[in-house]
């Protein structure tokens, strides 16, 4: 299944999206010409997949994709990474792993100095490859199980075994010394499986949880029936904030951008200061990153906000990656509080969450509009 999401290090959600897996990337605010840092990079090295689940983003297929950088080119892309910070880079797909060279290149950025996270859907871990992902530099797996047992999982992803496969790779990444963690995607017929999945991740020993709120775009946009409401969401990331509380586990509400002003005004209430020692590094990230803080490069190169918004911000085989990095009109915007549309661009919290583009841009038409699933009224609402 596709990824492509930002942050710490999320091993990346299926889609090419932000969260990398609680590693944190450069504290570097800004690069010399007043452009953020890019602490975040998710890099789908290749669109094949041996699943087809419901939800991805990439409607990925097993056969090889026409375009693919080749090994000469990625390596030649990677050299660039570091003059846009430090960034986490997440080797996402697809499956990386349908890809083989893939330990070489992780490899490769590991030895510029970069952090490696990869996000396969585990079906295809052995106790071999994950031994090459551990000698190439992989410090961190995410894994996506979006139901509590295996027939819910199985039809969910499309592939019958799917379930068992994904568990017996997370114990071929737990014996290659690996951490992981699990990545779910919140749909309305697994919400009320939510406490199930949790502590099957704790019983698995992930290090961390991330919830991803459904993006209706690629094979997702025909599951537009299980898209839970606005007020569905506020109830879904206030009980988040509240069982956050009750683990070790790291959890983390991805792409779900007002989580974080939620998470303040919960914070408010209990009089709690948002800062590193009561909120991690949550304290110090923004609901969305896409081109703030993370980006998304396709298979072929195309620079993306991020993997469930295909806006073409500039492609890596004709133009220098950092450039387009700082220089991206799309980037620019993103980065423009003025330039939203409706609520977000007037909200007290755009700062810190910002709102989903990728919804804006398939539920309202425009990747510029307010977030169609916030049911917040900001103070200035115009
Ligand atoms: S646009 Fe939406 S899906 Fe993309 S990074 Fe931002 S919150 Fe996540
Ligand atoms: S109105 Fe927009 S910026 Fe404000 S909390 Fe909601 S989604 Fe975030």
Same mark, same amino acid.
């Given at each position: ?39 975040? @990079?998710?890099?789908? *090295? /290749? &669109? ?5 689940? =419901? ?53 490769y ?34 894994i ?13 992803r ?23 963690? @699990?990545?779910?995607? *919140? /749909? &309305? ?5 939510? =406490? ?39 109830e879904v ?35 709690l ?10 304290a110090f990230t ?97």
């Amino acid at each position: 299944m596709p990824k492509g999401h930002p942050e710490g290090v999320s091993a990346g959600h299926p889609g090419g999206h932000p969260h990398a897996n609680g590693l944190s990337g450069s504290m570097a605010r800004t690069l010399e010409d007043g452009s953020p840092s890019c602490k975040l @990079i998710a890099w789908e *090295v /290749t &669109r094949s997949c041996n699943l087809a689940c =419901k939800h991805c983003r990439a409607e990925a297929h097993e056969e090889p994709y026409p375009g693919e950088l080749d090994t000469d080119e990625a390596k030649a892309l990677i050299d660039t990474f570091p003059s846009v910070g430090n960034p986490i880079i997440i080797f996402t797909g697809g499956d990386p792993m349908m890809r083989p060279d893939v330990y070489e290149l992780v490899a490769y950025a590991t030895g510029k100095g970069l952090r490696c996270v990869m996000s396969p859907n585990g079906t295809l871990i052995t106790p071999e490859t994950a031994q090459k992902m551990k000698d190439s530099g992989v410090q961190r797996c995410s894994i996506s199980i979006d139901g509590p047992s295996a027939e819910f999982h199985d039809d969910f992803r499309g592939v019958e075994g799917a379930f068992d496969m994904s568990l017996r790779g997370i114990e071929y990444l737990k014996e290659a010394g690996i951490e992981f963690q @699990i990545n779910t995607t *919140v /749909t &309305r017929q697994n919400l009320p499986y939510f =406490k199930q999945i949790f502590h099957l991740c704790e019983d698995l020993g992930a290090v961390a949880w991330h919830i991803f709120l459904l993006v209706p775009t690629g094979r997702a946009a025909q599951m537009g029936a299980e898209v839970i409401t606005a007020e569905e969401y506020e109830e879904v990331l206030n009980w988040f904030y509240d069982f956050r509380k009750t683990t070790d586990m790291h959890l983390k509400a991805t792409c779900a951008p007002h989580y974080y002003r939620i998470m303040r005004q919960r914070a408010k209430e209990e009089g709690l200061a948002v800062n590193a020692e009561n909120f991690g590094m949550d304290a110090f990230t923004r609901g969305c990153l896409g081109g703030t803080g993370f980006c998304f490069i396709s298979h072929t190169g195309q620079v993306q906000p991020c993997g469930y918004l295909e806006l073409d911000c500039g492609q890596v085989k004709e133009t220098p990656f950092p450039e387009i990095w700082r220089k991206s009109e799309h980037f620019r915007q993103f980065r423009t509080k003025e330039e939203y549309d409706g609520k977000c661009g007037v909200c007290e919290y755009h700062n810190v969450c910002g709102g989903c583009r990728a919804r804006g841009y398939s539920m309202k038409g425009s990747h510029m509009a307010e977030e169609p699933l916030c049911s917040y009224t900001p103070r200035r609402h115009k």
